[in-house]
């Protein structure tokens, strides 16, 4: 090969040819070197009959590649499924497969320099380096990476390495992990179990594409069961990848997959050190790493062989990346099953629409769990009408949660209360002149953290002091927080139960998987009576001395007109409950709501969920929307508001006029600033079998815009705001 088509890492541009120098060798997948302008940038070979070039340069005119990386090749199906994910979520091919490399894993040393705490406190300690030190704790990693754990600056860190606070430790970056034993601890599976587990593990030596819906009740053993189907792929040799929604349930996965193997996974996840990321994407694409769990992110690694894919908790929305590209992982997963030609498992006690309406159509498998295991049964469910049984003026728990916790704290056992709203208080504001606080950055309030002492943004981050008078008025003591958040709960609990212990769960607290197991050794220890936790504990948990759950707002994701509003409810709402209950002892539900009487609340408290899922589908088939029908949002952005509009007209006035498809908007978006971006959106409601993709590429590709302003696509959205 003397010339090479090459897909480099830059969005904004398409695949450029290349000459390959005499003595260099290139396949298509090969990672390379190449040259652009003064700069030097990766990329992947591609087959030219594959990724077009917008204009055909003679050879006379192509510059040399620079090098080649000493990595395996991306392989075909890994490209096939890049040329997928590009042309059904409109994004670059470059943006997709930025998500398969890892620049850390490219470079040849095999040693490198990482820093930890050495215990020696410094005389001249100062509040950044106290917090740094204490954020730190016995984590290591490169200078950047400890001052983004301490959320302080590097020149912080140099400063206590130069105290002594912080010594240097080499690492062996390509040390070798251990493999997985199929028979290190086979479980005993009930007859249900059992017969599950074989139709998975004959899936796999069948080694051919199948998609299923692992269907069980929580607390049925889903895990133990795609287990075997695990084990059967490590006998063959092939490699397996997990894919969990949330980083915080990876550490409690990582010790049952111990239990049963005898050595932990390959983990991958945004909290891996740059060495950590670099030996595991190696092994990856050597074939030495066996078994992967990770985030969303892991899906695009380049597997060498691979063998099976479970997606685990396969209802959680977390599973749609919401920048970027807008992929969905649950449906990529299965995409690269269909590639990779091996079988996808969907994992979940609360399936999507969508993927129930798949086995209804006979593309995907189904096997079922219906009960839990052993002596464990489903917990009792009961509602509380918020209306009928208020709670006491300045409180958020009703007397029948309030006594059933009392209850339980009596018998020694554990209990939750789940409110899917992090921090104090959604809203503050000033008693004296009305004042509210607004991120700047944001159409959005500003959210009291009384744990941190700051008020915070959850869509851009954005964080300052809680002030002590109002910047409006300047009045002193005028500031009232208004709604429940977790943290204004685990004050009302603290009141009620003064000698409980208790623990908040949420995001902020549990950012990392060390913390995770922290919290899990804590529960598992008895060392904790009472949990205060958003939707981070509502999966993945095993905790048999849980008794009680209480839903503090059980109508809080019914808000809004979001199409899965009630489904989402469902599905939160039963996996918090299947928290309760799951050893001998029985488990017991309270529900607060203002609306004991609608739909989900009532399938929650029956246990009906054929009946909700066929009354939510019928709904979705009469509004032709998704599985039925399709949508896709296109967001116009500019830190200019005029040009954000007047792209946003333009793209509205040359909507196509295609059978089958409506256009509305644009309209500003419901969070109509993002990060200092004013935002207009637009709805595609298509049907079906339309080609909607073509349709909006071939549109948008005829509005011209400045480069301020950017226009994003989001096929099959999950968000609307």
């Known amino acids: 090969m003397t010339r090479a088509r090459v897909l480099v890492l830059n969005s904004a541009l398409g695949p450029l040819d290349y000459r390959v120098p005499h003595g260099m060798r290139v396949e298509p997948g090969s990672i390379v070197v190449a040259p652009l302008g003064p700069r030097q940038l990766l990329g992947v070979v591609w087959e030219a009959d594959r990724m077009p070039s917008e204009a055909e340069v003679g050879d006379n005119r192509l510059r040399n590649l620079l090098a080649v990386a000493d990595v395996p090749p991306i392989r075909a199906a890994l490209r096939r499924l890049v040329e997928w994910t590009a042309d059904y979520y409109l994004a670059p091919p470059a943006a997709v497969v930025r998500m398969a490399l890892s620049s850390s894993a490219l470079e040849g040393a095999k040693l490198a320099i990482e820093y930890r705490a050495t215990g020696h406190v410094p005389d001249r300690l100062t509040p950044q380096r106290a917090q740094a030190l204490e954020r730190i704790g016995d984590r290591q990693g490169l200078i950047r990476e400890l001052a983004a754990i301490a959320d302080v600056s590097d020149g912080v860190i140099r400063g206590l390495l130069k105290a002594g606070a912080i010594e240097a430790v080499e690492v062996d970056v390509d040390c070798p992990y251990p493999r997985p034993d199929p028979d290190y601890a086979p479980p005993a599976l009930s007859p249900d179990q059992q017969a599950a587990a074989d139709i998975l593990a004959a899936d796999v030596e069948a080694r051919a594409f199948r998609p299923t819906l692992l269907d069980g009740v929580t607390g049925s053993g889903k895990t133990e069961v795609y287990f075997e189907a695990v084990a059967t792929a490590l006998r063959q040799g092939r490699q397996t990848l997990v894919l969990l929604p949330e980083i915080a349930l990876t550490e409690p996965f990582l010790r049952r997959f111990h ?81 990779e030609a091996c079988p996808a498992v969907l994992a979940s006690a609360t399936p999507a629409i969508e993927t129930r309406h798949q086995v209804a159509l006979g593309t995907y498998a189904e096997v079922r769990l219906g009960a839990r295991f052993g002596a464990a049964e489903l917990p009792a469910i009961e509602t509380i009408d918020l209306l009928a049984e208020p709670p006491p003026r300045g409180r958020w728990l009703s007397g029948r949660l309030v006594a059933a916790i009392d209850e339980a704290l009596a018998r020694g056992e554990q209990s939750l209360l789940f409110l899917n709203r992090r921090g104090y208080a959604p809203l503050t504001l000033c008693r004296t002149c009305g004042h509210r606080f607004q991120c700047p950055n944001c159409t959005a309030w500003m959210v009291e953290h009384r744990l941190t002492r700051r008020l915070a943004c959850h869509h851009c981050g954005h964080l300052e002091p809680t002030p002590r008078a109002c910047p409006e008025c300047a009045g002193e003591d005028s500031l009232v927080a208004c709604g429940p958040g977790v943290e204004r709960i685990a004050d009302e609990a603290a009141a009620l139960w003064p000698e409980a ?77 299947g928290r309760a209950g799951r050893g001998e002892k029985p488990g017991h539900v309270s529900i607060q709501t203002h609306s004991p009487s609608a739909s989900v609340m009532q399938a929650l408290v029956s246990g009906d969920t054929e009946r909700f899922y066929v009354a939510e589908t019928e709904a979705r088939r009469e509004a032709d929307a998704p599985p039925f029908g399709r949508f896709a949002a296109i967001v116009v952005s500019s830190e200019d508001q005029a040009a954000a509009q007047e792209i946003a007209r333009a793209i509205g006035r040359s909507a196509p006029q295609v059978e089958g498809m409506a256009v509305y908007g644009p309209a500003p978006a419901p969070l109509a600033m993002l990060r200092g971006r004013h935002r207009f959106r637009l709805l595609v409601h298509a049907r079906r079998m339309l080609d909607v993709q073509a349709v909006i590429r071939e549109w948008l590709g005829s509005v011209e815009r400045p480069a301020k302003v950017r226009v994003i696509v989001d096929v099959d959205p999950y968000n609307f705001l």
């Not at 892991?298 to 908790?313: N, R, S, T």
């Not at 949420?506 to 197991?517: F, L, N």
């Not at 949990?531 to 059980?554: E, M, R, S, W």
Request: glycine share 8%; aromatic share 8%; with cysteine.
């Open 259 to 339: 239990d049963r193997f005898g050595c932990e996974p390959v983990a991958w996840h945004s909290g891996l050190r740059a060495t950590q990321r670099r030996r595991a994407w190696r092994a990856i694409a050597s074939g030495e790493a066996m078994v992967v769990v990770g985030a969303r992110s892991a899906l695009f690694l380049p597997y060498a062989d691979l063998g099976l894919i479970v997606v685990d908790e396969a209802h959680e929305t977390s599973f749609k990346q919401e920048d970027g590209v807008h992929y969905h992982a649950r449906d990529v997963a299965v995409m690269r099953a269909r590639f």
């Open 501 to 577: 212990r208790i623990a908040v769960v949420t995001s902020d607290t549990i950012w990392s998987p060390a913390k995770a197991a922290e919290f899990v050794g804590r529960m598992e220890a008895g060392e904790i009576d009472l949990v205060v936790g958003t939707q981070l504990v509502t999966k993945g948990y095993h905790f048999p001395n849980l008794t009680v759950v209480g839903v503090v707002d059980a109508d809080l994701g019914l808000e809004g007109g979001d199409l899965r509003a009630a489904e989402r409810t469902f599905q939160q709402i039963r996996q918090v409950s």
